[in-house]
């Protein structure tokens, strides 16, 4: 068993509604800038990039992360491929570690964590906040800086 083998539960075992409600909870501040929200993520907006910043969990994986979504009505398409001559400037700022990101979600962070054990949402929580916090100052300043030279 590997140290992020927390046991074979389906996603459809987690229970999203009460995750979901104990972050708005923990995180009111979180609610102005909601873009959307489904079951399984929570978009906040970016909307003077046309960007939002999606904050996830996926119980199946064991893990919580944060990446670029998507979202029409802000104008928040395409983001990866809007982001990607920036990322390696973004990523110098976030210094993530390779266990931390996830291959395929363009700038991205997750930390792997059993979803399940609700002791651990109110950390999990904390950490998309915090996380998502991180990333989006990370972009203002290097989107910022780029639009400033």
Known sequence: MSEFDFGARRASEFRQRGFWALFAERHPEERARLARRGPWFWQRGLPDFALVVSMYVAPAQNHVGVFFGRNEKLGATEAWTRLRPF??????????????????????SLWRVNCFAEDNWPAMADWLVTEASRIERAVVEVLGDEARS
């Open 87 to 108: 990322q390696p400037a973004i990523e110098a700022k976030l210094g993530l570690r390779p266990e931390q990101r996830s291959e395929g979600l363009g700038i991205n």
